[in-house]
Nanobody, 117 residues
Framework: QVQLVESGGGLVQTGGSLRLSCAAS????????MGWYRQAPGKQRELVAF???????NYADSVKDRFTISRDNAKNTVYLQMNSLKPEDTAVYFC???????????WGQGTQVTVSS
């Protein structure tokens, strides 16, 4: 089955940077659009960004010009470079397919990003 393991989260100050990684297995990784999602306390999960097999990208307005999604198909890995972090970026970050098929796709543990003011 599909396994998606996120890493790279941590505690940073406002204005800092983090690079998240998501290692995928159990799928033909280079055939899928991959997304980063996040869920903050008391809020619904939201899409942050996605990247297609052809390397087209899309970003939520809240992270545009600050975050960059990329992928390395040889390593079955998708990345999220996060710069100029703000306290409102604090959330658990998940990777998954895009779009989500709610009858098929499951969520891993994610990686915690905490931005202090």
């Amino acid at each position: 089955q599909v396994q998606l393991v996120e890493s790279g989260g941590g505690l940073v100050q406002t204005g800092g940077s983090l690079r998240l990684s998501c290692a995928a297995s159990g799928i033909r990784f280079n055939r899928y659009t991959m997304g980063w999602y996040r869920q903050a306390p008391g809020k619904q999960r939201e899409l942050v960004a996605f990247i297609t097999p052809g390397l087209s990208t899309n970003y939520a307005d809240s992270v545009k010009d600050r975050f960059t999604i990329s992928r390395d198909n040889a390593k079955n890995t998708v990345y999220l470079q996060m710069n100029s972090l703000k306290p409102e970026d604090t959330a658990v970050y998940f990777c998954n397919l895009y779009p989500i098929n709610t009858s098929r796709d499951t969520w891993g543990q994610g990686t915690q990003v905490t931005v202090s003011s």
